[in-house]
């Protein structure tokens, strides 16, 4: 299609008739709309998932290892290897979450900050957001201060180990692969 053909945005939205909320809790709500698409079919029974917005941070020690961490994941049932991840508390910023996030889950802080992406986990189901940080120079100044449900073990690696384990398939949590390939191609 040439672009003197494409449709702009705006005609391109679907419109919601209705929303039912079925699910209120502090970490999830869920909603189901009827929605109205642009050539007026309409959908009785649309899903939508709202989480708050997410951070994470690939984190690399003044000694220049990255920071990686390892825990189970109980969705897939299984033990998963990660870089540091949480969520956004309300009216907190981005980068002071991911700061907070890092400390908490690693003991580590300090350093030169930068955010380097922002993506969407799911746009079609999900209305939150990611904000992906990059963390230089981080030392460590504490012991973990983890949440209830948390049993993370920590360990570091070097870049090109970890650039190894990202190409070999070790890392499937999504929203830290996209960063860690961006790291990779743009810091690394």
């Keep these: 299609m040439n672009d003197s053909?494409?449709?702009?945005?705006?005609e391109m939205v679907w419109h919601t008739l209705s929303s039912k909320q079925l699910i209120n809790r502090p970490w999830l709500k869920a909603r189901c709309d009827t929605v109205e698409l642009p050539n007026g079919k309409i959908y009785d029974e649309y899903y939508v998932l709202s989480y708050p917005s997410w951070i994470n941070v690939i984190a690399e020690t003044e000694e220049g290892d990255?920071?990686?961490?390892?825990?189970?994941?109980h969705g897939l049932g299984v033990v998963s290897t990660e870089i540091c991840a949480g969520v956004i508390e309300a009216g907190e910023e981005p980068l002071h979450a991911a700061q907070r996030e890092l400390e908490e889950e690693t003991g580590y802080t300090g350093g030169e900050w930068q955010e380097i992406m922002t993506i969407a986990p799911n746009?079609?189901?999900m209305d939150n957001l990611c904000h992906c940080f990059y963390a230089r120079g981080v030392k460590k100044t504490s012991q973990q201060h983890l949440d209830e449900t948390e049993d993370i073990e920590v360990f570091l690696r070097t870049k090109a180990e970890v650039k190894d384990m990202l190409v070999q398939g070790k890392f499937i949590q999504a929203l830290m692969v996209a960063p860690l390939w961006k790291f990779f191609s743009m810091y690394a």
């Design 5 to 10: 053909m494409a449709r702009n945005d705006k």
């Design 66 to 73: 990255i920071i990686l961490e390892r825990q189970y994941r």
């Design 123 to 125: 746009p079609g189901v």
